[in-house]
């Protein structure tokens, strides 16, 4: 089956920097890579994805890249701020399933 | 706000207990999800319910089963509790059986004493 890892697992920024955490899955036939970012408290929010078809996708601050054929995809943050502090997790669907397999996790700090 | 309800919020039982946990989805939508979070095991894919129909299945424990009934809510039963089923449990939502996006609701948190 599909396995997704995610480092590192703990990012610290200064407010305003760029972060950058990457991801690399196992299944080639995965076509589907979300971000989800999840606040203390709350479910996971979907804030950008990304389809096999395209190589980045944009959406103001944030951005996300996918290497298919090294199965790696990357999720970019600019002007990184305060509110961006929270887990961001990386996940890839299996094959033609719309099943979700997620990565561990990575707590994103920006410092003021 | 995802439009995906879960309800309670919190739950706090012994071992040995069986609950429910019940899950709306967003308006619209035909698909649940149900997923496990615990800190040393991550989000894990439990099941998966499309129109009242199970679709799929993941890491789901024999003492686990779900249910998605005709006006598209579920439910997930946990019974014979062990300390180690303490976690989160969430539920997503998307429109169909193979759509990508699930938005998930704000989960409930159990706690098996």
């Known amino acids: 089956g599909e396995n997704v890892e995610q480092h590192p697992s703990t990012l610290s920024v200064q407010e305003g920097d760029s972060a950058v955490i990457k991801c690399t899955y196992s299944?080639?036939?995965?076509?589907?890579f979300p971000w989800y970012k999840q606040e203390l408290g709350k479910g996971p929010q979907l804030i950008i994805d990304i389809r096999s078809n395209v190589g980045e996708k944009k959406d103001q601050r944030i951005a996300v890249t996918l290497n298919k054929t090294a199965k790696h995809f990357s999720l970019h943050i600019t002007e990184t701020q305060p509110e961006d502090s929270a887990v961001y997790f990386c996940?890839?669907?299996?094959?033609?399933?719309?099943?979700?397999?997620f990565g561990k996790g990575i707590t994103l700090s920006v410092r003021p | 706000d995802s439009g995906v309800t879960q309800t309670p919020k919190h739950l706090i039982t012994a071992t040995g207990q069986r609950v429910t946990l019940r899950c709306s989805p967003r308006?619209?939508?035909?698909?649940v999800y149900w997923y496990q979070q615990s800190l040393d095991q991550g989000l894990q894919f439990l099941i998966q319910y499309y129109n009242g129909e199970e679709r799929a299945k993941g890491n789901i424990l024999e003492r686990f089963s779900a249910q998605q009934f005709p006006d598209l809510h579920s439910e997930l039963n946990l019974s014979s509790l062990e300390l180690g089923d303490s976690a989160l449990y969430f539920c997503a939502s998307n429109g169909g059986a193979s759509l990508n996006e699930q938005f998930f609701g704000p989960g409930t948190r159990l706690t098996v004493l």
């Open positions: 299944d080639s036939a995965s076509n589907y």
């Open positions: 308006s619209g939508d035909l698909s």
């Open positions: 996940a890839a669907n299996t094959g033609a399933n719309s099943k979700l397999t």
